[in-house]
């Protein structure tokens, strides 16, 4: 029987609170830190992790440095000591209390103890990113691992990224500025979408150190990409003061407030919906068309015979919808409001070629994918220009001499009909969005990244759901022969030069004047 594959762990929306050594070497208090901040946590309906610090200290301190009271870090380590079964009682608290247990290990003996604790994840301290020995112990786990980026070039992010993916772990980023508090100028907040762009299969967050009275920080972060979060929290007495970047749970609090509202404010990475209040907002302030001298029903509406102007009357042609040719649908007295009844209801060929330039530049634009000025442009459409929203695509010629580079741009809804090739031999190349593709009767699926070879003479198909761009490398296609051959015959009937547009430029200027209506 084959081995299951464990579940991914879901980084995206995790909040992880660090105690460090807030809990000052007491159980006492590090127990009332986690009640505290679960009880936060609980309220604002966040996903949140309590992370402790694990260090050997008998051997990861040099013996001869022990007693040094001069060396920074050491005093606070050794007088902040807990033992494995402390740690234990609180990570067994702060899952009983609804947070995930988390730990940072500093050494190798430390990452067992970790396992042994039953932690959910392994954090790894930017201080450790390049510790290779321990890197390798982590890996070691099949733990889900996050990893902080303090202090490393981008070059150095690329090491760690290759070490973890090449051990198949299943792992996040963590945007870090090892400042301790960090000022506002050194936040460098943008960097979050530097590792987003550089990384875009891999998690994102962000780590912070400012001073937690910032609730700023936190939405910017968000809005540049970062979708994991962590914050050192402690609890102020009045033997015990926190240091100037850990959090009280009142100031937690407000922090994740700040987080809710910039995911507010932000919405979803989709097309917006456009509210009815906003749309009447706009319509307050737009323009109507107004007849300047009477007009009869039956004539043509010539644009020296209408003026533009508000408030916008209900039902009637907005200036936006003015063009030459249109037919009064009645008599109209002098400013007289015109009906939007009037606006033509059949597109022209000009309609639907540009329609189909600006979308597929906006795909362009989106996927990042850079055109030279030496390209040809040509819609595909197997069923009339009419139908092309729905069969049909757009196909860029980048090159076509012995070998053929071309790519393929695919509106939602669209899909190319089952044909065969006598004469040329392809592979397509994923590049953006779905296409979904079916050879010989078998679908599949295809993502960014992924291929399909088709050899010559066998039937496929395809389309999208998505929107999608595919790189089709192949030999020279038979532009002048036509070797495309179709299932349904129909599409053969239908003359070549009636299935395809050819642009030129774009079409800059091409259509200009092209108001023939189509079906």
């Known amino acids: 029987m084959l081995a299951q594959v464990p579940n991914k762990f879901d980084f995206k929306e995790l909040f992880t609170f660090e105690m460090a050594n807030n809990h000052q070497g007491s159980m006492e208090h590090g127990a009332r830190i986690i009640q505290e901040i679960a009880t936060v946590a609980k309220e604002m309906h966040v996903r949140g992790a309590i992370k402790i610090q694990l260090r050997d200290l008998d051997t990861f301190i040099h013996p001869s440095y022990t007693n040094r009271k001069d060396i920074k870090h050491i005093p606070r380590f050794l007088d902040t000591r807990l033992t494995t079964e402390q740690f234990k009682e609180l990570l067994n608290t702060a899952k009983k209390l609804g947070l995930l247990a988390m730990a940072t290990p500093f050494d190798e003996r430390s990452v067992k103890v970790a396992v042994d604790l039953g932690v959910d994840i392994i954090k790894v301290a930017s201080c450790s990113a390049h510790d290779w020995p321990l890197l390798e112990e982590i890996a070691s786990t099949g733990k889900p691992v996050i990893v902080s980026t303090g202090g490393l070039l981008l070059h150095d992010v690329d090491k760690i990224v290759s070490f973890f993916e090449h051990r198949g772990i299943n792992f996040a980023l963590m945007h870090c500025v090892a400042q301790y508090p960090t000022p506002i100028d050194a936040l460098h907040l943008d960097h979050i979408a530097k590792l987003k762009a550089r990384y875009p299969h891999i998690i994102i967050g962000f780590s912070t150190h ?119 649908d009645r008599d109209y007295k002098k400013d007289t409001a015109i009906s939007a009844v009037v606006a033509p209801k059949h597109r022209t060929k000009k309609d639907v070629v540009y329609s189909a330039i600006h979308i597929a530049k906006g795909m362009l634009n989106e996927a990042k994918i850079p055109l030279s000025h030496d390209f040809k442009v040509e819609l595909s459409h197997h069923y009339g220009l009419g139908q092309f929203h729905t069969t049909g695509c757009m196909i860029i010629d980048c090159i076509n001499r012995e070998y053929a580079k071309k790519l393929i741009i695919q509106f939602p809804g669209q899909m190319n009909p089952t044909h065969y090739h006598k004469a040329k031999d392809e592979t397509f190349h994923v590049l953006s969005g779905e296409l979904i593709a079916e050879i010989e009767g078998k679908t599949r699926l295809l993502t960014p990244g992924d291929t399909l070879w088709v050899p010559r003479g066998v039937w496929h198909s395809f389309w999208t759901e998505t929107g999608v761009i595919v790189e089709e490398v192949s030999t020279t296609a038979m532009e002048t022969q036509g070797d495309s051959f179709y299932i349904d015959r129909r599409i053969a009937n239908i003359p070549r030069e009636d299935r395809k547009t050819k642009l030129m430029n774009w079409g800059r200027h091409q259509f200009d004047d092209a108001d023939e209506v189509i079906a």
């Open 210 to 328: 400012e001073d937690p009275n910032n609730t700023t920080a936190i939405g910017l972060a968000y809005a540049r990409g970062a979708r994991i979060f962590e914050k050192h929290v402690g609890v102020a007495t009045d033997t015990i003061k926190l240091n100037a970047y850990s959090a009280t749970p009142k100031q937690v609090k407000k922090w994740l407030q700040a987080y809710q509202e910039a995911v507010a404010a932000i919405g979803e990475n989709k097309e917006r919906m456009i509210a009815d209040v906003e749309r009447a907002d706009l319509d307050s302030l737009m323009r109507g068309v107004f007849v300047s001298e009477d007009i009869l029903a039956g004539s043509v509406i010539d644009r020296s015979q209408v003026y533009f102007a508000m408030p916008l009357q209900p039902g009637q042609l907005t200036s936006g919808s003015f063009k030459k040719g249109l037919i009064a």
